[in-house]
């Protein structure tokens, strides 16, 4: 049996490899992100979701980042949940636009079982009954809930890692990675597709995002979804002014990502509004193949559908459809 000593030490290779794969030259790095790129995917397909903030605001939870943390005066006020008719009425709105998975985010710390979570229960049904995939975002469940979920037609559940395990502590305190990772068991269990990345630009070193994506990279299976986003700075919240991230940043974590997890869907998901064309077109040559569409993420904005959608006639994209 291996001792604690021999899997830090396998633990430690693993974020030094990574860390190796992100301090290469970066055509190197786009070069074999994109060779992994197309052996696995159509390179001309991209995945298209729209998201809804189905409960906004007043959230338990201290992440550092978000607007929706009842500790920080952020320009987001805490409003009841939505009605199921409004979220449906969205969904139908989302597969005009060409969405094929509509997100529904609730700025909950974790899943109560009641009211609230049945109502949840009737979105997803009424959604995935318009033809949608499904995916919700809520915060940490238990088993039980997770099948509830998956009974009532679930196809992703979004849970992220948020940080490399040496930067966590300075960007959360009310919950730990262990917990995020204890809850992404769940999902998995229940049989829901796994939906799971992290956030850059939170004034992490480069070993705190090899350790993210060495982390997620040893899931087991892998996520067939990995968001990575880049901070939306929100103005009232510990990290409105933190330096923002450079483009190279954003392009060599997503290469590394394809490399290390070739078969999964890989989102460019928030901040996009801050990267220029050029910038998400070379994310999305070195292996990003998912985007956020519709004018708003959860609580700041998102480019416009037009300017999307001549970004992929200049690249000769398509919306995946299924
Ligand atoms: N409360 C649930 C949770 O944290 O899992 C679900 C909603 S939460 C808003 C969903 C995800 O949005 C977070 O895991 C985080 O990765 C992302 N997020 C939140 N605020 C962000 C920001 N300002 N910039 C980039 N991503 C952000
Ligand atoms: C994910 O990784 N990014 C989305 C989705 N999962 C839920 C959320 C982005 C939120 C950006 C900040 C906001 O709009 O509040
Ligand atoms: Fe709450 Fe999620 Fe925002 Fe953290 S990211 S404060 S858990 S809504």
Same mark, same amino acid.
């Given at each position: 049996m291996a001792t604690t000593t021999d899997s830090a030490v396998r633990a430690k290779t693993t974020v030094d490899e990574v860390a190796a794969l992100l301090a290469r030259p970066l055509f190197e790095l786009l070069f074999e992100a994109a060779s992994v790129h197309r052996r696995h995917h159509d390179p001309n397909k991209v995945q298209c979701s729209q998201l809804m903030n189905i409960k906004t605001g007043g959230c338990p939870e201290d992440c550092s980042y978000c607007s929706q943390s009842a500790h920080y005066a952020t320009a987001v006020e805490r409003e009841p949940m939505q009605a199921v008719d409004e979220v449906v009425a969205d969904a139908r709105r989302a597969r005009e636009n060409g969405a094929d998975r509509f997100c529904m985010g609730a700025a909950w710390r974790e899943v109560r079982d009641g009211a609230e979570f049945d109502r949840v229960l009737e979105m997803v049904r009424e959604v995935k009954e318009l033809g949608l995939e499904t995916c919700v975002t809520l915060g940490m469940l238990n088993d039980d809930q997770a099948r509830r979920l998956k009974e009532a037609g679930l196809d992703y559940y979004n849970h992220n890692l948020d940080t490399g395990r040496s930067h966590y502590d300075a960007i959360i305190s009310t919950r730990t990675l262990d917990d995020r990772l204890r809850t992404v068991e769940s999902?998995? $269990? +229940?049989?829901?597709?796994?939906?799971?990345? =992290?956030?850059?630009?939170?004034?992490?070193?480069?070993?705190? $995002? +090899?350790?993210?994506?060495?982390?997620?990279? =040893?899931?087991?299976?892998?996520p067939e979804s990995v968001p990575i986003n880049a901070l939306v700075p929100v103005e009232g919240t510990p990290l409105a002014d933190v330096q923002p991230l450079d483009w190279t940043d954003m392009v060599r974590t997503i290469a590394a990502a394809r490399i290390l997890m070739p078969r999964a869907v890989l989102r460019l998901s928030a901040g996009r509004t801050e990267m220029t064309e050029e910038g998400q077109a070379l994310c999305l040559f070195a292996g990003a193949n998912s985007i956020f569409v519709g004018d708003e993420l959860l609580t700041t904005p998102n480019p416009a559908p037009a300017s999307d959608a001549a970004l992929f006639a200049k690249l000769g994209l398509e919306a995946l459809q299924r």
């Open positions: 999902v998995r $269990r +229940a049989g829901v597709s796994v939906c799971c990345g =992290g956030i850059l630009g939170m004034g992490e070193s480069q070993t705190a $995002r +090899a350790e993210l994506l060495a982390e997620l990279a =040893g899931l087991d299976p892998q």
